[in-house]
């Protein structure tokens, strides 16, 4: 269903290695990121700068 949209979908997991974010975000061919603590600003920031 997901895919006939073409939406993309940027997942997102916080100290989570999720195997599902991961598979929903590459329907539409988005980014998923897995971040930890040390690194959620960097990630966040680099996600938010490929959409300007």
Do not use: C, R
């Not at 100290?15 to 991961?22: H, M, R, W």
């Not at 959620?40 to 490929?50: A, E, R």
């Amino acid at each position: 269903m997901m895919q006939s949209f073409a939406i993309p979908i940027y997942t997102i997991g916080y100290n989570a290695n999720i195997k599902e974010l991961k598979v929903l975000s590459q329907i539409n061919e988005a980014a998923g990121i897995n971040a930890d603590t040390e690194d959620i600003v960097y990630h966040l920031g680099s996600l938010l700068n490929t959409w300007m």
